[in-house]
């Protein structure tokens, strides 16, 4: 596509339900990044994938929180039990492979508004 | 690990003033380094990068910022502010060469005085 698409843009759930973000990144994007951003924050990295495979995961808050990428396209982060703390903007992003070893910039979704009640 | 230092959560210049944007970064190996922008209520946009070719960038809206290794920096400047140049400025970086992890810093956010 034209750009990164994130679905829904926003979403409202109850604590304890279980909610999927979901991210469209850029056509031929090898990389894809999950963000949150608190309000006044900067994104806090979550996790990011190449093609299929989860390469980093240490951002993920606690085991509630999981991410894939099956076909190394679209990625879906998960979130189960909800709670109130998980309110947030979550953000996507995806980058080209690198350019002679260089990382080249990433391109962001306009992000999911997440709130918890 | 890479991480990114911003050491202003807020700064506030006149219109038509100069802007400085300091950010300091770690890295064990060598860094791609980006200032990403973001408006109120708005997504984030890549104003430069560098990536080890010229040290002096030049970005968007006549903003640029110049990588200086010996003092781990890449502070963002602007000749004169506008009204428009309001927003968070966000300092990121990357491990070239280590892993493609970015990693942003808490963000500076710009007040423009008329």
């Known amino acids: 596509g034209a750009g990164v698409s994130q679905s829904p843009r926003y979403k409202v759930t109850k604590r304890g339900q279980d909610v999927a973000l979901r991210c469209d990144p850029i056509?031929?994007?090898?990389?894809l990044y999950w963000y949150r951003q608190a309000l006044g924050q900067g994104p806090e990295f979550l996790t990011y994938?190449?093609?299929?495979?989860?390469?980093?995961k240490s951002g993920l808050p606690n085991d509630r929180f999981s991410a894939e990428r099956p076909e190394g396209s679209i990625s879906t982060l998960t979130i189960q039990r909800t709670e109130q703390r998980d309110s947030a903007m979550y953000r996507c992003?995806?980058?080209?492979?690198?350019?002679?070893?260089?990382?080249?910039?990433?391109?962001f979704g306009q992000g999911t508004r997440l709130t918890v009640v | 690990a890479q991480s990114v230092t911003q050491l202003d959560s807020h700064v506030s210049v006149s219109e038509g003033t100069p802007v400085l944007l300091r950010c300091n970064y770690s890295?064990?190996?060598?860094?791609?380094l980006f200032w990403y922008v973001q408006h109120p209520n708005k997504g984030l946009q890549l104003l430069l990068k560098?990536?080890?070719?010229?040290?002096l960038v030049k970005g968007i809206n006549g903003f640029e910022a110049e990588f200086k290794k010996s003092e781990t920096s890449f502070h963002l400047t602007k000749p004169s502010a506008h009204m428009s140049d309001a927003a968070e400025y966000f300092c990121?970086?990357?491990?070239?060469?280590?892993?493609?992890?970015?990693?942003f810093g808490k963000g500076t956010r710009l007040h423009i005085l008329p």
């Open positions: 560098y990536t080890s070719a010229a040290t």
């Open positions: 990121v970086v990357s491990d070239r060469g280590r892993d493609d992890k970015i990693i």
């Open positions: 994938f190449n093609y299929e495979a989860q390469q980093d």
């Open positions: 890295s064990s190996y060598s860094p791609s």
């Open positions: 056509s031929g994007h090898v990389s």
């Open positions: 992003a995806s980058s080209l492979a690198r350019e002679q070893g260089a990382f080249t910039e990433a391109f």
